[in-house]
């Protein structure tokens, strides 16, 4: 039975510790950072070892290849993309155009990855940009009108859905208000729901459809004052589950980011516990992976059902 946790791993390839570590605990799925990737064939190696260890035909393999300045396949041998706020800057004079270049952008994006064995991509964001806005989300944003960020955003995970790729809509509920950097912050939002109603929930309630999201570690203070939504039930299941009315998979962000309390085992499981379906574990260090898995719970029914759905609706016409 599989785990409900994403592993990343160290290097450019597979340990036999790693292996064998992978093989007895069933992780439900592995993600890649730059430094996992060198060349296409190292890559393509690395996931044919990773599917080897999970025994499975449709173990996800995630990356975060958003363009601008998420890009973690090394420009050496792939083609940089453009950023989510260069295809955004159209919007307001040629929508049409915006859209078709943004669909045409993630469809070879999506081609690159199905080309590896990447199945997943953690992309597009559909967090609103502010002017006060972190750097963080900076360019990974499509803009900041909201009914633009949630068309552009569509289209972007069209383009992915066109190659044979899963897209991940993140963060929900919305990152784009946070000043501070979550991965070294907590991010405090202190807007009203009214407020939030009117701007950075749109583009989420918009495209609920959708088959998988990811949490952003926000602190929504008029919902849930002590914990960061990936923590929060109050806001998983009060806001995105039942007012946004998304009922898909929903992976937690990276547990190392300093915006979390506690251990990053504590996090594994205080993640699940308030609702997401899959934890992210990404450093790869093989001794936090396995302090992480202590107690953790078989993947539940409803996370193996909503992943059979994700599967349908990405060869659904």
């Not at 791993?9 to 007895?24: M, V, Y």
């Not at 290849?65 to 040629?94: C, H, I, Y």
């Not at 806001?235 to 915006?259: H, K, N, T, Y």
Request: aromatic fraction near 8%; glycine fraction near 6%; charged fraction near 25%.
């Amino acid at each position: 039975m599989e785990i409900p946790i994403i592993f990343g791993i160290q290097g450019t390839k597979l340990s036999k510790e790693e292996a064998d570590f992978f093989r007895n605990t069933k992780p439900f799925g592995f993600i890649l950072f730059t430094r996992n990737l060198e060349n296409p064939d190292q890559v393509r190696k690395l996931i044919n070892d990773l599917k080897d260890c999970a025994d499975l035909e449709e173990i996800p393999i995630l990356i975060d290849e958003e363009g601008g300045s998420v890009q973690r396949l090394p420009q050496t041998f792939w083609e940089t993309r453009p950023s989510a706020k260069e295809l955004g800057l159209n919007f307001q004079e040629d929508p049409k155009k915006a859209m078709n270049l943004t669909r045409n952008n993630y469809y070879e994006i999506g081609l690159t990855l199905k080309d590896l064995g990447i199945s997943v991509n953690a992309a597009p964001v559909f967090d609103i940009q502010y002017q006060s806005t972190h750097e963080v989300i900076g360019d990974r944003s499509f803009g900041s009108d909201p009914y633009a960020v949630s068309v552009l955003g569509r289209a972007a995970a069209e383009g992915l859905k066109n190659a044979g790729v899963i897209p991940i809509m993140k963060h929900i509920p919305g990152h784009g208000r946070t000043t501070v950097d979550s991965h070294f912050n907590p991010p405090v939002i202190d807007a009203s729901l009214k407020e939030l109603r009117k701007s950075d929930f749109i583009p989420f309630q918009e495209n609920s459809d959708l088959p998988f999201a990811m949490t952003g570690h926000v602190q929504l203070n008029v919902v849930d004052p002590n914990l960061p939504t990936t923590l929060s039930s109050k806001v998983i299941e009060g806001i995105i589950r039942d007012e946004m009315q998304f009922q898909g998979l929903l992976i937690s962000d990276c547990l190392f980011m300093d915006a979390l309390p506690d251990t990053v085992p504590e996090r594994v499981q205080a993640s699940l516990k308030a609702g997401c379906d899959l934890a992210l574990h990404c450093h790869g260090n093989i001794d936090d992976m396995k302090k992480s898995i202590v107690n953790i719970p078989p993947i539940s029914s409803k996370t193996k059902e909503r992943w059979d759905s994700t599967l349908e609706w990405l060869y659904s016409k």
